[in-house]
């Protein structure tokens, strides 16, 4: 295998996306998790589904939106126009932006089951012993589930790695800004450069594959730690 | 029969025309030229290709996977340079030479022939250079619309079956780009093996080159190979 | 002019809560009380399961946000009309039934946590004595899943002595604990008491734990309180409205005032006569308590002094009350200012002519001192 130099470029793109969509995902998704495995609010079935839409809706769909409401004309658009950020569409911090919403319930949902499954127990215990809320969170929520926060991070990662309908609809195609791989791999198979194709997918394959096996043997590691807290 | 998504709606309005007068049943597919053409490659059962652009079919030619001699030229696109912001585009290329917008889309030329013509239009005006660095490219033209039309592209390069309809400019403002600029977007048709022995799509195939089919062709702003010539 | 100024006791532990719980998913509870104890010793919280008395401990942890509430403990305003301190504000140790260690820590860590967010500085001296007595330096370096229920339960309880509480709750903490596991508890419980000056308050529904640990009793049924007072007081009433069975009884405080040696007794004075007990090796002058059942107390007309019966008490028939088998009645009796509680059958009260004020014989077949 053999990557060109835009390959190369589209590699390293991906990786600086997905790394930093991860880190904002883990900062706003962790409160989003956090508040929906705790509340008992009407509002916790309307924003586990806006959260889990990505789930069933065509990225192009998600995309369509994302395009339109990051436009000059859209909600999104208005407000970082007013910043001085100009539109979002077509830069990095657009696929940014649209890479969270899209890789948002693979974030939030491994921590939401992890903070469920540790109960009340532990935090109540924690505030008997003059804990306040951010010593329970990291001395307590972070360490009992971190295998839900890894798994979080290595999912939001990894699919964002593998999206490719809402970047193609809000990127726009520019190397070394919005050319990621799968992009890549789509601009080689429309132009017949079947080799190359193979090439970068097979790659993809590779990668997608070790994450998930990660993940897993990682799951069945820790799981009999996570099962000892249930009396 | 596999029809290039950015002809869907004459393709629509010929098909009826043809069902009309023949008799026979036409069942359409839209999609990408290049995912039929690797479809078609592993043995999809289509009987007909309009391709999006010459090279595909000309692949699948070189491949046999066509009934010899069957490739023909059924449309030619045109291109426009289009804008929806009110007077942003007047009927000329001044506002590409003024330069003063932040992005302007175009699509991928690597794949699509309407890109390739974009830029070959840019090339001849002497403006590659120096717009270059302000392309967006849409993966096919469709999307190209969209960056324009939901305004994230200031203005950008379509096909003017896009934005045309019963011979009128349907929304925002466009610089028809005179044919001229560049060479013409050819978008070819192919007699797949698979059909060498219906007689529907034989048939077909002869009405897309008939005078009614040239009518519907330039109410969508396409012209004939021999408008061209 | 007088202002009225809530006066807030300097020694007690004064609670008032009210809270409903309109809950679907189980059935509908309410909690309403309004209760005063001592601020020092063990209050045991007695009830049956259901009863309330694990919501009103955790109401006084803060756990629970009561609709309407007040908590002064020993001078200090916990909650009231307009504050509300959460729980990691309350001064408070408590002790979970059921393991409540972190499992991502050892013993040790478990320990440390406590140590690092205790009010003031853990003297090396303080943390000898837990260590001590409650014996766990040698399981430290454990994580809880390798600890036994009893020793996980002894460093939770370590653990709430060295966060250096003014309130103590434990809730059941021996619940959980088979009886062998229990047994080896209590006598670290019973020196926690002679060693720390920290209230308890204490959850229970096991009457042995009563009998032995409780200086102070509050009982409540359905989350109201029925009864609250001391030990002897509660437990030799027969009006309450539950039914403790076999375990019906009384628990009576007195004083090794002689050792038969040849025969292993103890004869212990309080307040209302003499018993004989089996001798539990306490010196001459200690305080004891001695449990006397009901079951184990039968009545008669005149003193025999031919039976085996040790322990024979003069009484007068003070009331009488159904137990909740409609054979049996209960009969409280009057000796000196204390109560003995007999439980005979309603032929016996029928044939003895049982009725207030009639004076007859206790015999007391068995007495057990608890501490």
């Given amino acids: 295998m053999s990557f060109s130099e835009a390959d190369i470029a589209a590699i390293w793109l991906t990786l600086r996306l997905a790394t930093t969509v991860t880190l904002v995902l883990m900062v706003i998704g962790t409160p989003i998790a956090w508040w929906l495995a705790r509340t008992r609010s009407w509002w916790k079935g309307p924003v586990g589904a806006v959260v889990a839409l990505p789930l069933v809706l065509p990225p192009t769909v998600l995309g369509f939106y994302l395009l339109v409401a990051m436009g000059p004309n859209g909600p999104i658009g208005q407000v970082t126009q007013s910043l001085g950020l100009g539109t979002l569409p077509f830069t990095f911090w657009g696929l940014v932006v649209g890479s969270v919403f899209y890789s948002m319930p693979f974030v939030v949902q491994p921590i939401q089951n992890a903070i469920e499954a540790l109960g009340e127990r532990p935090l109540e215990v924690a505030a008997t012993l003059r804990a306040g809320p951010w010593d329970r969170f990291f001395t307590v929520v972070l360490p009992l589930a971190k295998p839900g926060f890894l798994t979080a991070a290595i999912l939001g990662f990894a699919h964002t790695v593998g999206e490719f309908g809402v970047v193609l609809m809000i990127g726009g195609n520019i190397p070394g800004e919005t050319r990621v791989v799968s992009v890549q791999i789509y601009d080689h198979v429309e132009a017949l450069e079947y080799a190359q194709a193979h090439a970068l997918s097979g790659a993809m394959v590779i990668f997608s594959f070790v994450v998930l096996l990660v993940v897993y043997g990682y799951q069945r590691m820790q799981a009999p730690l996570g099962m000892k807290y249930r009396v | 029969m596999a029809v290039a998504s950015n002809f869907t709606a004459p393709m629509k309005e010929i098909a009826a025309a043809f069902e009309r007068s023949s008799g026979h049943r036409v069942t359409l597919s839209f999609g990408s030229s290049g995912k039929f053409f690797a479809q078609i490659k592993h043995g999809a059962p289509f009987q007909v290709f309009f391709s999006a652009d010459r090279a595909k079919p000309e692949a699948l030619e070189k491949a046999g996977l066509v009934v010899p001699e069957s490739r023909f030229t059924y449309a030619v696109g045109a291109l426009a340079l289009w804008s929806v912001r009110p007077g942003y585009v007047d009927d000329d290329s001044a506002r590409l030479k003024k330069g003063d917008f932040r992005k302007l889309a175009l699509a991928n030329p690597k794949l699509a022939p309407y890109g390739m013509a974009a830029v070959e239009v840019l090339q001849n005006l002497k403006l590659k250079e120096a717009t270059q660095a302000k392309w967006v490219y849409g993966e096919n033209i469709s999307q190209t619309y969209q960056f324009v039309g939901s305004g994230n592209a200031e203005l950008g390069f379509v096909a003017v079956s896009q934005i045309m309809d019963k011979g009128r400019i349907a929304k925002g403002f466009a610089w028809i780009v005179p044919g001229e600029l560049h060479d013409p977007i050819r978008q070819d048709a192919v007699l797949l093996k698979r059909g060498a022995h219906s007689d529907a799509a034989r048939a077909l195939l002869h009405f897309v080159r008939g005078e009614k089919a040239a009518q519907i062709l330039q109410s969508y702003g396409y012209k004939t190979l021999a408008d061209v010539n | ?371």
């Fill in chain 3, 1 to 371: 002019m007088i202002l009225n100024t809530p006066s807030v006791d300097a020694n007690r532990i004064h609670a008032r809560f009210s809270l409903d719980y309109p809950d679907a998913k189980g059935p509908a509870f309410s909690l309403d009380v309004d209760v005063t104890v001592p601020g020092n010793g063990i209050t045991i919280i007695f009830g049956q399961s259901g009863s309330g008395k694990t919501t009103f401990l955790r109401c006084v942890a803060g756990l629970e946000k009561p609709d309407r509430g007040r908590l002064a403990v020993n001078g200090d305003i916990w909650q009231s009309e307009t504050t509300f301190l959460p729980t990691h504000k309350r001064p408070l140790g408590y002790v979970f039934q059921e393991s409540s260690l972190f499992p991502h820590l050892t013993a040790k860590g478990n320990l440390a946590y406590a140590l690092k967010r205790s009010g003031s500085a853990v003297t090396s001296e303080l943390y000898d004595r837990v260590m001590g007595i409650m014996g766990i330096e040698p399981v430290l370096q454990r994580y809880p899943d390798r600890l036994s229920g009893g020793e996980r339960q002894r460093v939770a309880i370590a653990r709430a002595l060295l966060i250096q509480p003014r309130l103590l709750l434990m809730d059941e903490p021996l619940a959980s604990l088979d009886a062998a596991r229990k047994q080896e508890i209590l006598p670290y419980l019973e020196r926690l008491r002679s060693t720390f000056d920290i209230p308890v308050l204490y959850v229970s529904h096991a009457m042995d734990e009563v009998a032995r640990l409780a200086d102070h009793t509050v009982v409540l049924d359905q989350g109201r309180v029925v009864a609250q007072g001391n030990l002897t007081e509660v437990f030799s009433r027969i009006d309450l409205p539950m039914r403790f069975g076999d375990e019906t009884g009384v628990v009576l405080k007195g004083r090794v005032v002689e050792r038969d040696t040849r025969w292993h007794l103890s004869r212990v004075a309080f307040d209302g006569g003499e018993l004989w007990v089996r001798d539990g090796g306490d010196a001459l002058d200690r305080w004891v308590r001695v449990r006397v059942l009901a079951k184990d107390v039968s009545l008669a007309l005149a003193s025999h002094g031919d039976t085996s019966i040790l322990n024979r008490l003069p009484v007068e028939v003070a009331e009488l009350s159904q137990d909740q088998d409609e054979a049996i009645a209960l009969v409280r009796l009057k000796t000196g200012p204390a109560y003995l509680i007999a439980r005979v059958t309603q032929r016996s009260v029928h044939q003895l002519k049982l009725e207030p004020g009639k004076r007859l014989w206790a015999q007391i077949k068995s007495v057990a001192i608890v501490r």
